[in-house]
C-alpha cells in the first residue's frame, strides 16, 4: 500500500475539509469575492460561514474549495498534518 492507501495517512486529498470549518480573519491582501466574507461581532472581516458551520466557499458536493486560486492567505499558510490539522480531522471523525 502507499501513503495515500493507508487511512491514516494526511493528505488534503483524503480529508473532508475539516479545516473548512474553522474561522478565518481576513488579511488587507486577501482578494475574496465580497459575497463570500461577513463582518464579525469585533469588526473583523471573515470567511462567510454557513449555518452548519461550513465556509461559504466549499462546494459541499465536491468538498473543494471554489475560490482555490483566491482563497485567503490564512487559507493559504494552514499547514497539511499540522497539529491543528490533526485535532480537526480528530474532532470531526468523533461521533
Do not use: F, K
Amino acid at each position: 500500500m502507499s501513503g495515500m492507501d493507508h487511512p491514516s495517512a494526511i493528505s488534503c486529498a483524503t480529508c473532508r475539509a475539516c479545516c473548512c470549518r474553522l474561522e478565518v480573519l481576513l488579511m488587507g491582501d486577501d482578494d475574496v469575492p465580497v459575497g463570500l466574507t461577513a463582518q464579525d461581532r469585533w469588526g473583523g472581516w471573515v470567511m462567510r460561514r454557513l449555518a452548519d458551520g461550513w465556509c461559504a466557499a466549499l462546494d459541499r458536493n465536491t468538498m473543494l474549495c471554489t475560490i482555490y486560486e483566491r482563497r485567503p492567505m490564512i487559507c493559504r499558510e494552514y499547514e497539511m498534518g499540522s497539529s491543528d490539522c490533526i485535532g480537526e480531522r480528530a474532532a470531526l471523525d468523533r461521533p
